[in-house]
């Protein structure tokens, strides 16, 4: 077959493209899902799907912990339609701050701009695919020109926002939620992004060249000649600082991989890099299907997660992980939390904050390296 | 019936790192492992990794091929031991270029350095290891002290290397190495990081904040003040060149994470953003645990990569994922390639080609970028 | 950092049992929740379970279609409380008969009793609870006075019911279950065996031997020298009639194991042994976190049924397994068909219609056979 | 698509069955294999594979053990080729004896009777494998016709035993056996259930209607009116006695399923039902993919066995499960244990002893009995 783009033309084969719209769904604190949950989530990942509904809604959104929250998203949550839940989330203050993959930032994109991703099958056939240039992420399918268009939305406001130095992602991300604010005011409504800027809510990406973000990215610096880039150093600060300033902390996991670890990398930063004695989480919850007993970190238990301090030893009844699917636990945990008493808290709008944050880190981090001079002295 | 309960008060627990020490195993081309791989591996993952075994050494590696191969690694391989595959890999030119997570370089620092890791047990109390100061990564264990004299030795060599600019994590990987190989020579065998600067073959990382060297990294940018970064955009770009310039290319992928969608994501690169039109890998090879019905890309199979451009429509039958723990395949893999009639190549020694490939890349894109313009006219 | 270790000598572990009792959750057939699977549930394994409740609201409870629908339950069901579904959903006629493991009617007898089973957790110690004498499956616990009380139970019935003879399961849990009616009369509202008997369902085990109520059938045998024994012939003649009489056939697998076989071997036995061209399944739903990568047959797909004539090769589209925890997706599943249009049919109470069914099995097997005599001639 | 039998006469697409036909590969002992598992299998599932091989060659083999080793096998491992390793071992005295999944059995007479089973793949078109009369088992491919005559030789063999009562399913393996010794005397060579009976192992199946051979038996009934049929009540006690003779008790699991339960309930059989204090298994080693998280036996740990009495709560270090296809993993174990010191036990022919054991355990429940009587009075 010959070397190309996928999308042979005068092809057409329009029944891929005939499933229904993928829409934002958002929980509207159902009590009967809360009843199900409560009285019919009973054992094995029901039970823990229940107990980390109740962890989170009785523990970690009580007001007199005030605990910063993170939220990390790896697997293609947005395709799946899950942004409606973020959102909802965030609007509500129960979510202070996300570390998620880039992908699931880019494709949140197609619904800013008003673009129809489709419920499909995974059990098509990819040549044809191919030949007719439709998109696969599993049973998620949308023309090949939903990535071009957004491509160059993305080269487009590179350009316009004149960015021309090292930023962190939060930022990055925060300046292209207000381009979309600004541009496509109902992305507020359709739009991780968008909406993330609104409330003030930092996003994350541990991985910043590894997606469509990243690769146009590299294209402006490449082609432009443009001095913008990732600082991962950035990052790695920003939340350091955030996680150091919360009165208690926890998380968040759906998936694993990349984002947990950088979410739960904060507290070794801080005891093993910086030498400030933070303690770890207090709060931990991952819904997830990878396995512990493959040895990664993204099936990594809260318990192995104790032996490096990111999880407070003292705390392990305050942490669970349910083995289920993101796209079916999810949306059943955020109707529980919305349905919740404490469903809306002020929200910490740390976009704002991190600077200051990070200077109180920078002051710990040099009072604790002169204690250490002077101890070794 | 008696038993001895865990962890007795005052009892010293000195035990957990009694555990032999885990070394790098160098396959040698075992003709029996061999037989068993084309005689007795016959169905299911068996037949799987028979097949991936049969395509790599006999098509990938096939003179007339000059295939260009890249190796991703996720999962905690050099804790578990298997480094030295990648050392024998490397030295053999059977792999071209790296990419794998933080930590499988941070944690092959500890061999460099010769600090001993040590077989554990994934079923030990992690409380108790927190009070004896005692890492656990599944079942290796090692103590705190190894992390804390590893970071010393990345901050030493940060301070030393007067790096104070931005720089692809290939160009910092290599210079670590060069650094390894001039202050502990041994380390030539006992670590990826110094032989792959030895064999010219570069190392990327495709989330470069999240591990103990990025944590390292953003302390020496907040507490030194120094200018030094990854910049994230330079490894877009070299992978993306790298994979331009292969006659062929084809992937060894051990797990799935974010360094296979970094490798995977060259040829959208090309196509989707530069405009140019490669075509996708020759032959996929996935050694993993995930599974396609999760959703993610982890998981997902060379057939949904090809409706991406990412993998030739035409080569499904040269691409094969055996799903098994790569500490069990990855050997038996490498076992067969050394031992196969093409276990050696010339080596392609791409770290010290990165600039001149990036320039034919940069090139073609500004061609095909005028060709778009001349066409829209 | 201050924690408790587990087991302290002279700790009164009674804690062990301080859990929630497990009850059977009854679904009622919630809009919320039939909302939340239609509109949130829109991919990968959520978008499925979407799927599986709608082909089987929609197509297989369809009056037109009157499909005999079986329900194979492998996984410790009714321990986890999952009980209250299928008694749900045999009194509205929405199951027609039941293929499961020995284990999860032997557990439900505990409901029956009135013994109780508690929420706990996985992470126990095991040589606590052995000293303690608490049972675990998984998060269920409970005290092994259960079991010996349950086993008492069920040999006293064997004296009593004077069965003598070689026996199906079916007929051997109906008994059963008349036997709790009258005994227990509440408990027709608490265990699946029990309304099995009152609703008509036919209760099959494929392993009889395989449980506790098997090893105490073999009690009776050997120590009572009676001559009462499962006849396991009997059980795949029955079911087999069962299938070969369906207007249409469709099933409910609920993880995988040997009743899955069992029930999907139906249509082999026609075709291969009895030389009857019944034709494969007309619907196939399985909610399973087997995967078909690893080659059994509890994760093979409905795809592969269709070499070995267990699936009609036209109705692919009818089929579909949605990747979750029966316990978490059971009770969805449940809650949606008992809020749709078709949520109640007339009965078939298959169990008083058994002989006749076999009846007609023989005769036309005989017809076959003497087809085939002809033929050969 | 029109009801009928696979395979639609004059339909030719013969290339399903080019692959290399799947052989009985026998394990010789390689050193190199065993070099390998012990130096390089040194964490995660090859650290556990590394543990299996040395607690089963280094332990459970010692002479000065005796112990009496269960082999159960679930999941295809015939058809995909492993029979070869399990004639080895029963035939070097390193089994004992073995329950399995009908379908094993069933398929390994494939082998008995000189038909080929063929290397596949498991992403054919199965509506194309129907046309063509083509068996699936996930990548191994025949024709249906084996199947047939794979049956015809059951058939013929039932008529021919003249068998007419109710046997275990042991007795009812070694009778076939001797059959296909007497029939096809190089089936000794390439069957499990010929070499079997040749070496005295019993053969069990705990889902005895759940397979090709329980459809047969099923037919044998219907239609010739024989009162043969399989008695799981002697199944139970046998297993039961077998494993209370032994001096020590240990097993090895591939995969899990109902023989897993099977071996493992013969312990609580003991105690629960019969009143004999047994004690656990001393040894435990399971080969499988299945995950402890979804809550079922498969998967449940040796730990949780603990809290039945399955598995004495004093030897928890001597249990390892691995997780790894056993198509990966049983072949390099037997070549470890082909290859150990002590390579070769005395057989126990444990089929010619049933008698005799059950006899012993008849005795001791009878003792135990009366002395609860005289307790409780």
Redo the contacts between chains.
Sequence with gaps: ??????GSPGHSRQDFLSG?P??Y?R?TG????RR?ID?????????R?SEACAIFADKMLAPEHDTTIGLTV???MT???LGGCVIEMMERGLVDFIIA?G?NFYHDLHYALNFTLR?GS?FVD??E??EDG???????LFP?DV??KT?EYIRDFLVRSKINE?VSTSEFHYRLGLDLLEKFPASAEHSVVARAAACGVPLYT???????I??????????NGSRF?????????EV?AIVLAGARNGCVIL?G??PK??YL?AQ??LW???GIPK?GNDYFIQIT??????????G?TP???????KV???V?PDTV?A???S???F??FC?YAVGSKHNRRQRKELVHKRDQL?AV??RE??AA?EKRLAETK
């Design positions: 077959m010959p070397h190309r783009a996928p229904k993928i829409r769904y929980p159902s009590p009967d899902i199900l009285e019919g989530f009973q054992a094995f990942n029901a039970g799907l790896a697997g293609a395709p799946a339609g993959t992908a419920r995974p990819d040549r695919l191919y439709v998109i696969r992420i599993y049973d998620v090949a990535l071009l491509d090292a541990s991985s910043p060249g590894d997606s469509s990243g690769m146009n990215i590299a294209y402006h610096e490449l082609m880039m990732i600082d991962p150093n950035k990052d790695v600060n350091c998936g991989g990349s670890n950088f990398q070794p930063t093993e890099v910086y303690g299907t990878d396995q512990v007993v493959w040895g990664g970190l993204s990594a318990s192995e997660a104790v032996s490096w301090g407070n030893p003292g392990l992980v083995y289920c699917d796209t079916v636990a949306p059943l109707e990070v880190l920078t981090a040099r390296h």
